[in-house]
């Protein structure tokens, strides 16, 4: 089964229990009970994580992150309460922390999508819908739907497929008040992502989100990585042209790659995929800085 290619050994640090060793992130628990949060420069893609690491690409995620939190703090609070190393940690863990809030998370990946591709253009071309939601004919590879839908799916461990569901499905699993707040947060969410994008020359074509709560009357609250190239698909806004694959600002350079004659591997069978050239990781880092720099209007230093 699909997983790691070999499961990185977690930084022992005093006054952290480690709790999990995620695609990207390393979890821990802190003395006071806060949740930290270490995101490494590991890169997965079909459903397996590299072998080869991207180089700062840990750091772009959170820094973007951070970004992303403040521009939507009017809409939806979020987990972070600091970005401070714990004493005792690795050099190289500057830049990537992220300490928050525990929360109870939800069991669903909240999906928002705004142009037809990967999956749901697979569902469509089959079926003319995308997670049950019906779309008018005529959509191409591109195509910017009529408005955004939400389209949620079960969130997957590591090795396995994310399932796409209904909104029906989401009601059975955590009621029917939470779906409709899930619904409209991912939505509003992705609308805010969606103009700063359009504005700043990336079209956001769609995205996932992830929420909890901190009591069980609480709030929703948005937690994980938010709008960065690892949950996105960031295309470039001048070359946009439904009908033909996009110019991506994303991991998708390197799925092409993986997917294509040039890297020798069968991804339908059970060997893992093999080490990245350097110029796919350097394309890589590339795209995922460029992005950084059109979405803040900040050089990646």
Same mark, same amino acid.
């Given at each position: 089964?699909?997983?790691?290619?070999?499961?990185?050994?977690?930084?022992?640090?005093?006054?952290?229990?480690?709790?999990?060793?995620?695609?990207?992130?390393?979890?821990?628990?802190?003395?006071?009970?806060?949740?930290?949060?270490?995101?490494?420069?590991?890169?997965?893609?079909?459903?397996?994580?590299?072998?080869?690491?991207?180089?700062?690409?840990?750091?772009?995620?959170?820094?973007?992150?951070?970004?992303?939190?403040?521009?939507?703090?009017?809409?939806?609070?979020?987990?972070?309460?600091?970005?401070?190393?714990?004493?005792?940690?690795?050099?190289?863990?500057?830049?990537?922390?992220?300490?928050?809030?525990?929360?109870?998370?939800?069991?669903?990946?909240?999906?928002?999508?705004?142009?037809?591709?990967? *999956?749901?253009?697979?569902?469509?071309? =089959? #079926?003319?819908?995308?997670?049950?939601?019906? @779309? &008018?004919?005529?959509?191409?590879? /591109?195509?910017?739907?009529?408005?955004?839908?939400?389209?949620?799916?079960?969130?997957?461990?590591?090795?396995?497929?994310?399932?796409?569901?209904?909104?029906?499905?989401?009601?059975?699993?955590?009621?029917?008040?939470?779906?409709?707040?899930?619904?409209?947060?991912?939505?509003?969410?992705?609308?805010?992502?969606?103009?700063?994008?359009?504005?700043?020359?990336?079209?956001?074509?769609?995205?996932?989100?992830?929420?909890?709560?901190?009591?069980?009357?609480?709030?929703?609250?948005?937690?994980?990585?938010?709008?960065?190239?690892?949950?996105?698909?960031?295309?470039?806004?001048?070359?946009?042209?439904?009908?033909?694959?996009?110019?991506?600002?994303?991991?998708?350079?390197?799925?092409?790659?993986?997917? *294509?004659?040039?890297?020798?591997?069968? =991804? #339908?069978?059970?060997?893992?995929?093999?080490? @990245? &050239?350097?110029?796919?990781?350097? /394309?890589?880092?590339?795209?995922?800085?460029?992005?950084?720099?059109?979405?803040?209007?900040?050089?990646?230093?």
């Amino acid at each position: 089964m699909p997983g790691f290619v070999e499961t990185p050994q977690p930084a022992r640090v005093p006054g952290l229990e480690h709790l999990h060793t995620g695609k990207v992130r390393d979890l821990y628990r802190n003395e006071a009970g806060e949740l930290v949060m270490v995101a490494g420069d590991r890169v997965s893609a079909y459903d397996w994580v590299l072998p080869t690491e991207i180089p700062d690409k840990g750091r772009i995620l959170t820094r973007l992150t951070q970004w992303w939190f403040d521009q939507l703090a009017d809409l939806v609070p979020h987990h972070l309460i600091s970005t401070e190393v714990p004493p005792g940690a690795p050099a190289d863990w500057e830049g990537r922390v992220m300490v928050c809030r525990p929360l109870e998370m939800l069991p669903i990946e909240c999906v928002a999508r705004g142009y037809l591709t990967g *999956s749901g253009l697979v569902e469509y071309r =089959r #079926d003319r819908t995308v997670c049950g939601l019906a @779309l &008018p004919p005529g959509l191409e590879d /591109g195509s910017e739907l009529p408005a955004p839908i939400f389209t949620p799916a079960t969130k997957a461990e590591v090795g396995d497929h994310d399932e796409n569901v209904t909104h029906e499905e989401v009601a059975r699993r955590v009621g029917v008040e939470t779906a409709a707040e899930l619904r409209q947060l991912t939505l509003a969410v992705y609308g805010r992502g969606r103009d700063v994008a359009r504005d700043r020359g990336i079209i956001l074509a769609d995205t996932k989100f992830e929420f909890g709560r901190e009591t069980p009357d609480g709030p929703l609250v948005l937690a994980d990585e938010v709008l960065t190239p690892d949950s996105s698909r960031f295309w470039l806004k001048s070359e946009w042209a439904p009908g033909r694959p996009q110019q991506p600002f994303d991991k998708q350079y390197l799925r092409d790659w993986l997917a *294509s004659p040039a890297s020798g591997w069968d =991804r #339908d069978g059970d060997a893992p995929p093999p080490e @990245l &050239p350097e110029e796919v990781i350097a /394309g890589t880092r590339e795209r995922y800085t460029e992005a950084y720099r059109l979405l803040t209007g900040l050089a990646w230093d």
